[in-house]
């Protein structure tokens, strides 16, 4: 079958996840992987049988269309651009970008280089979140009401060993996890339209109780817990809350609500989980997931689509619209927050195609 050759700049935490997964989709030729820290990238290389190489050497290389880029948040624009720059698709973890205005920027550049960027997360192509949207489809909720969005836990400090970053600009809870929520939201619901919302730092310093740092204080730049709603073109209202602030809560991650039914909806940030839907004067009875990649790790589901689309010359689905979408929504929040009102939303991407058969095999989805 036709490849495309991919090379990963990022070798942390979670290129690991991502190489384990991509061994999945033969369509995925990866030619190398660098990092600044040459060191991990050969640690790494050895780890997966695969070429360290340094980041001009990938740039640059004519066989490698498509860059991964597994860098951290500062720096998916930066890498985004110098991939662009060489010639190359790319595709990053999220978020897009720290800001919309750099997001913008990536993506403007894309277009105007006739070049592709797609973005984390994927797991919205995950199984239940694909059967999710199927029963969504079917018409079966009624019109459109709303839903609830959340992640609360008390903060990453207790187990991230160098946590710092989720307490400066770029970092924070909505930044950090509101990507997978509101990403699912949106290949649910449809994009949205405006946001409203409340944005705190309850505390200005936070302890670090993991190891190695145990007892050290950081202090905290952004807010930690964000409270809001965001209200869909589709018409349905959504309240969410992204919280590093709470010790314990007792929501399930999504709901979603419509005139004839509620449907509960499992982690975004994970590809399978269990699916409930209520019929009004029913219960809540548990649905089988119908669709492919629900039971594991299948990070790079949206590399290996878009790898297909590009190939196939078809839409990519985890594709740089809707994450500047994603990311234009999450900082309308500390807009909102700032400023008393009401944001409107300027972009709209469409809806991604529903992910309706396996690419494991080889065969291009629709
Ligand atoms: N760790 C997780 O569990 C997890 C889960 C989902 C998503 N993510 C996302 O993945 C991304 C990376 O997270 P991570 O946990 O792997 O971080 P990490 O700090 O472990 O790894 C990031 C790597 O990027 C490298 N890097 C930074 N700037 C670079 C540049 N300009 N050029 C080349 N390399 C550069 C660093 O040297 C580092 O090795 C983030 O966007 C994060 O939001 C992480």
Redesign the pocket.
């Known amino acids: 079958m036709e490849k495309l050759g991919i090379g990963i700049?990022?070798?942390?935490?979670?290129?690991s996840a991502y190489l384990t997964a991509m061994a999945s989709f033969p369509v995925l030729d990866i030619r190398g992987i660098?990092?600044?820290?040459q060191g991990?990238a050969e640690q790494r290389a050895g780890e997966f049988n695969l070429v360290a190489r340094s980041?001009d050497d990938l740039l640059s290389d004519p066989q490698i269309q498509l860059i991964v880029n597994?860098?951290?948040?500062k720096?998916?624009v930066?890498?985004g651009l110098q991939a662009l720059a060489h010639g190359k698709h790319t595709y990053s973890?999220?978020p897009l970008g720290v800001t919309f205005a750099e997001g913008l920027k990536l993506a403007e550049t894309a277009k105007a280089s006739g070049l592709r960027i797609g973005a984390?997360p994927d797991t919205f192509l995950g199984g239940a979140h694909q059967t999710a949207r199927s029963i969504i489809d079917t018409g079966v909720l009624g019109m459109p009401v709303g839903g609830t969005a959340t992640f609360m836990c008390p903060g990453h400090e207790r187990w991230h060993p160098n946590p710092d970053f989720y307490y400066e600009a770029g970092g924070g809870p909505m930044l950090?996890m509101g990507p997978y929520y509101i990403t699912d939201l949106v290949n649910l619901l449809g994009p949205v339209a405006k946001v409203a919302g409340f944005a705190i730092a309850p505390r200005s310093e936070r302890t670090i109780t993991s190891e190695p740092r145990n007892g050290e204080k950081i202090p905290v730049h952004i807010p930690t817990h964000v409270s809001g709603v965001m209200a869909f073109e589709s018409g349905a209202v959504v309240q969410i809350g992204m919280s590093f602030d709470v010790a314990g809560h007792k929501h399930v991650p999504l709901e979603v609500y419509g005139t004839e039914g509620t449907l509960i909806v499992p982690d975004p940030n994970k590809f399978g989980g269990d699916i409930e839907l209520l019929k009004k004067g029913g219960s809540f009875e548990p649905q089988p997931t119908t669709e492919p990649y629900a039971d594991g790790n299948y990070r790079s589901l949206g590399v290996a689509d878009m790898a297909h689309a590009i190939l196939s010359n078809r839409p990519h689905r985890a594709n740089g619209d809707l994450a500047l979408h994603v990311l234009e929504v999450m900082e309308a929040f500390g807009k909102a927050a700032d400023s008393g009102q009401t944001i409107t939303i300027a972009t709209r991407p469409e809806r991604p195609a529903p992910l309706s058969q396996s690419i494991v095999d080889g065969r291009l989805a629709r």
């Open positions: 700049i990022g070798c942390g935490n979670i290129s660098a990092d600044l820290n991990l980041i597994l860098t951290v948040p720096a998916h930066e890498v973890e999220k984390a950090d």
